[in-house]
Each structure stands twice: as C-alpha cells, then as structure tokens.
C-alpha cells in the first residue's frame, strides 16, 4: 500500500521556522523525485520545491529561495522541507509528490494529503 504522510506543519510566528518531513512506504523510495506543493485559501497549487531521486538537484520557486531547504534520506524514504524566515505568504497546506518514469510515456505519482502551515503573530 502506497502512502506519502507529511508531519511538522503548525502554527509560527513571521521570522520562525519549520521543519516538514514526508514519509513514505510502499513503493521505491529511492526512484522517485520528490517534490513539495503547498496551496493558500482560495489559491492555486503552487510547487514549492523539488529534488530529484538520488538528492543531486534541487529547485526551488523564487519566493522560496534562500529560505527554504529540501533534502532527502533515502535510507529513510523521508523527504524534508526546512524552512526559514518564515512569512504570512507562506501559509497553506503543504503536500508532497513522488513522481517516477514507468516507461512508455507512463509516469508513476503519488500524493500525500498535507500538513497545514499557517504563518501568523
């Protein structure tokens, strides 16, 4: 049974910070490219920052940069978003992907349901 479970959300102060962590079992762990989504109130999915299977390169969404960390463990299957210098803009529930070629045009993808952050004094 495929699962993907985010933890660490909560509420923080403008300047704090965060630590998400996205479990996985189920599947390969190891062969998937991770990436963070998180999505405000009445907005859009917006992809925060991805990195791929065996941790070599990371990308992130400008707003992100410079504040936030992904990393992966692959001993684990956890994959990690640090965030920094937190921001109200930066309240939404975050999710996490893993996405891997099956072959033939076919993809493999995999969501969890999401941790709430909300930014807030």
């Known amino acids: 049974q495929v699962q993907l479970v985010e933890s660490g959300g909560g509420l923080v102060q403008p300047g704090g910070s965060l630590r998400l962590s996205c479990a996985a079992s189920g599947f390969t762990f190891s062969n998937y490219a991770m990436t963070w989504y998180r999505q405000g109130t009445g907005k859009e999915r917006e992809l925060v920052a991805t990195?791929?299977?065996?941790?070599?390169?990371?990308n992130y969404r400008d707003s992100v940069k410079g504040r936030f960390t992904i990393s992966r463990d692959n001993a684990k299957n956890v994959v990690y978003l640090q965030m920094n210098s937190l921001i109200p803009a930066d309240t939404g529930v975050y999710s996490c992907?893993?996405?891997?070629?099956?072959?033939?045009?076919?993809?493999?993808?995999?969501w969890g349901r999401g941790t709430q952050v909300t930014v807030s004094s």
């Open positions: 992907k893993a996405r891997a070629p099956g072959g033939a045009g076919v993809w493999f993808e995999y």
């Open positions: 990195i791929t299977s065996n941790g070599g390169s990371t």
